[in-house]
C-alpha cells in the first residue's frame, strides 16, 4: 500500500532546493575540471552518470527524510499495487500508441535554424559524447532513469499532490508537464509529456510503481536500441511507412487499449 504523505510548499521547497544544491556542486566540478584541470567532462557518459543519479536521488532521499518520515513516522515505500498481465499488456498498449503518435508530433518541431537550431546541435553533441561508452549509455537510460524517475515523477509528485486533495487528473497532468519540463529541449518535452500521462494514468488506476517502472524501461530500452544501431529515433523511418499513417495507427491502439483499461475494472484497482 501506498504512504498517505503529501506534497505541500514545504516538499516542493525540498525538492526544488536539494536539486540546486546538486547542480551547484556538479557546476563547481566541472569548471574545476574543464578550466583548471583541463580535462575533458563535459560530454563523458561518467560525468552524467554521477549527474543523473545525484540529480534524482537526493531530492527523492531528501524528501523522504524531510516530508515522508516526519509525516508517516516510517521511511519511503511505493506499493507494489495491481501487477496483472492484463494491466501490464493494456499499459503498454497505451504506451505504444502514445509514442507512435508522439514522435510524428515531435517531428515537426525545427531542429535547423535559429535558437532551435543551436540547442539541437547542442542536443547532439552531448548524446554523441554519452554514445562513446554504449553500456554506460545503457545503463543510464534503461535502468537507472525508469526507477529514479518513476519514483520522483509518479510517486512522489503524483501521489503526494493526490494525496494532498489535487484532483487526480490534475496531479497526473503536473507530473507528467514536470517530466517533460526537466528533459530541458522541446523535442523531448513533446514524447516525455505524452509518455508521462499515460504512465500517471497507470500509477493512479494500479496503485503499482512497477508497472510505470517496467513500461518507461521498455520505452527507453528499445528508444536505445534505435538509436545506437539503427540511427534513428522514428519508427516510421525504420518500418519505411507513412508518419501520418503511424500516427494514426498510434491513435487507434491507444484508443482501443484505453478503453479496455478504464472500462474492464478487473484491470485496476480502486
Same mark, same amino acid.
Not at 536539494?18 to 575533458?40: C, D, H, P, Q, R
Not at 505504444?96 to 525545427?110: H, Q, R
Given at each position: 500500500?501506498?504512504?498517505?504523505?503529501?506534497?505541500?510548499?514545504?516538499?516542493?521547497?525540498?525538492?526544488?532546493?536539494?536539486?540546486?544544491?546538486?547542480?551547484?556542486?556538479?557546476?563547481?566540478?566541472?569548471?574545476? &575540471?574543464? =578550466? /583548471?584541470?583541463?580535462?575533458?567532462?563535459?560530454? $563523458?557518459?561518467?560525468?552524467? #552518470?554521477?549527474?543523473? %543519479?545525484?540529480? *534524482?536521488?537526493?531530492?527523492?532521499?531528501?524528501?523522504?527524510?524531510?516530508?515522508?518520515?516526519?509525516?508517516?513516522?516510517?521511511?519511503?515505500?511505493?506499493?507494489?499495487?495491481?501487477?496483472?498481465?492484463?494491466?501490464?499488456?493494456?499499459?503498454?498498449?497505451?504506451?505504444?500508441?502514445?509514442?507512435?503518435?508522439?514522435?510524428?508530433?515531435?517531428?515537426?518541431?525545427?531542429?535547423?535554424?535559429?535558437?532551435?537550431?543551436?540547442?539541437? &546541435?547542442? =542536443? /547532439?553533441?552531448?548524446?554523441?559524447?554519452?554514445? $562513446?561508452?554504449?553500456?554506460? #549509455?545503457?545503463?543510464? %537510460?534503461?535502468? *537507472?532513469?525508469?526507477?529514479?524517475?518513476?519514483?520522483?515523477?509518479?510517486?512522489?509528485?503524483?501521489?503526494?499532490?493526490?494525496?494532498?486533495?489535487?484532483?487526480?487528473?490534475?496531479?497526473?497532468?503536473?507530473?507528467?508537464?514536470?517530466?517533460?519540463?526537466?528533459?530541458?529541449?522541446?523535442?523531448?518535452?513533446?514524447?516525455?509529456?505524452?509518455?508521462?500521462?499515460?504512465?500517471?494514468?497507470?500509477?493512479?488506476?494500479?496503485?503499482?510503481?512497477?508497472?510505470?517502472?517496467?513500461?518507461?524501461?521498455?520505452?527507453?530500452?528499445?528508444?536505445? #536500441?534505435?538509436?545506437?544501431?539503427?540511427?534513428?529515433?522514428?519508427?516510421?523511418?525504420?518500418?519505411?511507412?507513412?508518419?501520418?499513417?503511424?500516427?494514426?495507427?498510434?491513435?487507434?491502439?491507444?484508443?482501443?487499449?484505453?478503453?479496455?483499461?478504464?472500462?474492464?475494472?478487473?484491470?485496476?484497482?480502486?
Amino acid at each position: 500500500m501506498n504512504q498517505k504523505f503529501k506534497l505541500g510548499l514545504d516538499g516542493i521547497a525540498v525538492l526544488i532546493g536539494s536539486y540546486i544544491v546538486v547542480s551547484l556542486i556538479l557546476a563547481v566540478y566541472t569548471i574545476a &575540471n574543464v =578550466f /583548471i584541470l583541463k580535462e575533458e567532462v563535459a560530454t $563523458s557518459i561518467g560525468l552524467s #552518470l554521477v549527474s543523473f %543519479v545525484l540529480s *534524482l536521488g537526493l531530492p527523492i532521499a531528501a524528501f523522504d527524510i524531510f516530508i515522508v518520515r516526519p509525516q508517516t513516522k516510517k521511511p519511503l515505500r511505493l506499493g507494489v499495487g495491481n501487477v496483472t498481465a492484463q494491466n501490464i499488456l493494456l499499459s503498454l498498449m497505451m504506451m505504444i500508441g502514445m509514442v507512435l503518435m508522439a514522435e510524428v508530433l515531435t517531428s515537426f518541431i525545427p531542429t535547423e535554424g535559429g535558437i532551435l537550431g543551436e540547442l539541437y &546541435n547542442s =542536443f /547532439i553533441e552531448v548524446f554523441k559524447g554519452m554514445l $562513446s561508452d554504449k553500456v554506460g #549509455l545503457a545503463i543510464m %537510460v534503461v535502468c *537507472l532513469a525508469p526507477l529514479l524517475e518513476e519514483v520522483l515523477f509518479r510517486g512522489i509528485i503524483q501521489g503526494g499532490l493526490t494525496n494532498k486533495g489535487v484532483a487526480p487528473k490534475k496531479a497526473i497532468i503536473i507530473s507528467a508537464l514536470v517530466f517533460g519540463i526537466v528533459h530541458a529541449n522541446p523535442w523531448q518535452f513533446v514524447g516525455a509529456f505524452l509518455l508521462g500521462l499515460v504512465l500517471g494514468l497507470v500509477y493512479f488506476k494500479t496503485k503499482s510503481i512497477v508497472i510505470p517502472i517496467l513500461l518507461h524501461a521498455f520505452n527507453n530500452f528499445i528508444s536505445y #536500441l534505435m538509436l545506437v544501431y539503427a540511427d534513428t529515433e522514428h519508427s516510421y523511418e525504420l518500418l519505411g511507412i507513412n508518419k501520418i499513417v503511424s500516427f494514426i495507427i498510434g491513435m487507434v491502439i491507444f484508443g482501443v487499449a484505453y478503453y479496455l483499461f478504464m472500462h474492464r475494472k478487473t484491470h485496476f484497482t480502486k
